[in-house]
């Protein structure tokens, strides 16, 4: 059972009747984990939301949500990710660059009772990114379930700042969900639900000191949108955006946040006369065809959250810390986005439907097949995406890998706080975008990156496709003519009918750690166990069908080879 509670008083329903604008429950605040080890367990659990009946939920080493993992640029850290659910998972550090191995996308997943071990080099700049399972058909249900946490990036550029950066205390992570309840308390899944949660806290209110404080702000809805606001003559500024700080603090009244997309905003609360103030989801101002805005297919007929204003958070102002942040620093980061006229590759992706059909919604009208690559990119080139909308719904797109920038929207620039670095942008009907991104430093001939809508039940009906980053045009052939392995590795008999022998005689010392077959599209078939001393594995290849297979033998030492042998 649960030692977090987050029960509540007969005050819910006026709460949620909109008569005040009063938090009950004080905002659970998810423990933070510090490098370069994170051990991760994702398990069930049980959570007391409301009066009655717990609800079943998913919970990373907790009962909801996962605990904040704080990285620091340039740190080398080792993910232990450990599937305590009844069903595979994966884990995705979504907006980070790693290599595709690494990424935690659909093709790397991690078997109940399994714990899945990435280690890789924090090469991002300070800012927030999300974990969550990537599981294709399963996403939405797991992160809705409650498996997701937030993760903050630090850099020694934003550590010289004077911006607000003591976690709990200043700096303050809102992860923004809705829920669904039964009778029985459990989440009903489903796309557009009727309860505002934050960091798994229904009404939640929270203390804050009389100064600058900042959020560090999550779209973790599978669907809705959020048009967060404050009200009136409240300072507000935008600081941040999905990939890092903004050049200069944008001065906001809302900031529109889709599913996935992050902002970082301070709020000074050193008021003349300090009164509670409320965040709310302006959602009634949303143009037609944003989840949850007041017309539209977006919208839940009935669904009584959609297309109305309503609370998601009180602040009641306390008093200054010790050392507050009283100004807003002028400048916040340098950068420039990459020149159109440098672009190798310009690639067109179109939001559809097969007619007469009006869902899934789709890419290139293609749905997703885990066995087929959509695109294949060079390593290095600079890449312009154009994406046009020709549905009548909003698509939050999403992109592994890489961060981009904003070209165009329509014609027109970016507004500032669209014009950072990015990994997710909203694409609203009849939209086109166009965006640049350069794909550097990680490739692999077989393990994809993924590019999708991230509103999670688009995503998990097909409306997603995948990219493979080769080291160069030669591609996939050169990556197998590599000497090297040639000489570390013998495989026998090549074609093999029922036994495979894999040994690394050159290298008497070579030790194995694992050994995966796949299929020739990268798609896992089974791993074997390897004892870590292991130089010599015997395979059971009998029941694969005939055809080309890839074996990934990855070594102690952490380098990693992909061989192919044929079953005959
Ligand atoms: Cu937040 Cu592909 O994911
Ligand atoms: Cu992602
Ligand atoms: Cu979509």
Redesign the pocket.
């Known amino acids: 059972m649960s030692t977090r509670t987050y029960f509540l008083t007969l005050a819910f329903a006026v709460f949620f009747s909109g008569a005040v604008g009063q938090g009950i429950n004080p905002l659970f605040i998810p423990d933070t984990l510090t490098g370069p080890t994170f051990n991760l367990t994702v398990k069930q659990s049980k959570v007391q939301f409301l009066p009655g009946d717990s609800s079943e939920t998913y919970g990373i080493n907790g009962d909801y949500l996962g605990p904040t993992l704080i990285m620091n640029r340039g740190d080398f850290v080792r993910m232990n990710v450990t599937n305590l659910l009844p069903d595979t998972t994966t884990m995705?550090w979504?907006g980070m660059h790693v290599a595709p191995e690494d990424d935690g996308g659909p093709h790397t997943t991690i078997l109940p009772n399994e714990t899945w071990s990435p280690e890789f080099e924090v090469m991002d700049e300070a800012t927030t990114f999300w974990y969550?399972p990537?599981l294709h058909e399963k996403t939405a249900f797991q992160v809705y379930k409650g498996a997701a946490g937030m993760l903050i990036i630090r850099d020694s550029l934003e550590s010289a700042l004077n911006l607000p950066r003591t976690y709990g205390v200043d700096d303050f992570p809102l992860i923004l969900q809705d829920k669904s309840f039964d009778p029985t308390n459990q989440f009903i899944y489903q796309q557009l639900n009727d309860t505002m949660m934050i960091n798994g806290t229904l009404s939640p209110y929270l203390e804050v000191p009389a100064q600058i404080v900042r959020f560090r702000i999550l779209n973790a809805s599978n669907q809705r949108v959020y048009n967060v606001g404050f009200p009136p003559l409240i300072q507000v500024v935008q600081i941040g955006s999905d990939g890092g700080l903004l050049r200069e603090p944008v001065p906001i009244t809302r900031v529109l946040l889709s599913p996935?997309e992050r902002a970082e905003i301070l709020v000074n609360f050193d008021l003349p006369r300090p009164n509670n103030i409320v965040m709310a989801a302006n959602n009634s101002e949303m143009g037609n065809g944003i989840s949850g805005a007041p017309i539209g297919p977006g919208g839940g007929p009935g669904n009584p959250l959609d297309g109305v204003d309503f609370n998601l958070i009180e602040f009641r102002i306390g008093p200054q810390t010790a050392n507050p942040i009283t100004s807003i620093p002028s400048n916040l980061n340098s950068w420039t986005p990459l020149d159109p006229n440098e672009a190798d590759v310009i690639r067109t992706k179109v939001f559809d439907t097969i007619p007469p059909a009006s869902f899934p919604f789709l890419i290139n009208s293609t749905p997703f097949d885990h066995h087929y690559i959509n695109d294949t990119v060079i390593l290095g080139d600079v890449e312009i995406w154009n994406l046009v909308n020709r549905t009548t719904e909003a698509h939050p797109f999403?992109i592994?890998d890489i961060q981009f920038f904003v070209l165009s929207i329509n014609g027109f620039p970016p507004p500032p706080t669209l014009a950072g670095r990015k990994d997710v942008i909203m694409s609203l009907p009849g939209d086109s975008i166009s965006f640049i991104a350069k794909f550097e430093d990680h490739f692999d001939p077989i393990i994809p990156y993924?590019y999708?809508c991230?509103n999670l039940f688009h995503e998990d009906g097909g409306m997603m496709g995948q990219f493979l980053v080769l080291e160069s045009a030669t591609g996939v052939e050169d990556a197998f003519a590599d000497d090297e392995f040639s000489s570390r590795f013998q495989l026998f008999p090549n074609p093999a009918t029922d036994k495979l022998t894999l040994t690394s005689e050159g290298l008497p010392d070579e030790q194995l750690s694992h050994v995966t077959v796949r299929d020739i599209f990268g798609k896992e078939m089974y791993q074997l166990a390897v004892t870590p001393s292991t130089s010599k594995v015997e395979m059971e290849v009998s029941k694969l069908t005939p055809g080309f297979y890839l074996l990934e033998v990855k070594s102690k030492d952490g380098r990693r080879e992909i061989l192919r042998f044929i079953r005959k």
Do not use: A, K
């Open positions: 995705h979504h969550h990537h996935g999403h592994h993924m999708h991230h």
